[in-house]
């Protein structure tokens, strides 16, 4: 599937760092938690700076970035990010393992087997974030990104909790929110969320869910 990204980086503006790109990862670092060191791999990388920036964020040792499509591993190698197109060159096991809206893009058996393998490279936390196909996605969305399927929260924390039970050893714990950096310039309170949602939801161009799974004190 990788081939078919290749229109989609080929426009230089899905290359710039944006206020939305700001908003929700100042939002994952604050869900993962600012130091002590750690390491850190985001699956699917793509252009790198997700994870960069969560680097300077976080403290965390410079992250390994996973990427399948040769066009993003030039290009993060330009930009001097540790980039990793091989699974041989992977360490055996992250603290954190995280990935940007991939998961979504996959039918089964893929899909399963893609969040599986963010628990089997794992030894503390697994994160997901999932761009949700709102009505303004599916009617407005430029014609070179990739179709997704949406997830529904009660499919994403089945999934976390199907590979936390498979993958790791004693228990987890599994959170799954919404979240919307309402057009790029704030997010919206928890407590407001609701509200906006029934009234505007619908139609917001850059809802998320944020899903994780945390290894509880104890498992091995």
């Known amino acids: 599937m990788s081939h078919l990204w290749s229109e989609y980086w080929q426009d230089s503006r899905n290359l710039r ?3 939305v790109d700001q908003v929700v990862l100042d939002r994952v670092a604050t869900a993962l938690g ?4 750690r390491t850190l791999l985001e699956l699917g990388a793509g ?5 960069h920036k969560l680097f300077e964020l976080m403290r965390c040792d410079e992250p390994d970035l ?29 603290d ?11 039918e089964e058996p893929m899909r399963q087997e893609i969040i599986d393998r963010h628990f089997e490279l794992s030894s503390d936390t697994v994160l997901l974030v999932i761009p949700r196909e709102t009505w303004l996605r599916r009617n407005a969305a430029r014609t070179d990104r990739i179709p997704a399927r949406d997830f529904t ?17 004693g228990s987890a714990t599994v959170r799954v929110e919404h979240f919307c950096p309402l057009f790029g310039i704030r997010h919206i309170p928890d407590s407001l969320y609701p509200v906006v949602e029934a009234l505007v939801g619908w139609a917001l161009p850059d809802g998320l869910l944020i899903g994780w799974a945390r290894r509880d004190a104890g498992g091995s």
């Open 17 to 19: 760092w944006t206020i």
């Open 34 to 37: 600012w130091g002590p060191d």
């Open 47 to 51: 252009r790198g700076l997700h994870s």
């Open 66 to 94: 996973y990427e399948v499509n040769p066009e993003m591993l030039h290009y993060m190698e330009r930009m001097g990010f540790r980039a990793i197109g091989n699974d041989s060159d992977l360490r055996s096991s992250y």
């Open 96 to 106: 954190v393992v995280w990935s940007y809206g991939v998961p979504e893009h996959f």
């Open 153 to 169: 929260d009660e499919e994403l924390r089945e999934r976390l909790t199907r590979g936390a039970e498979e993958h790791w050893s």
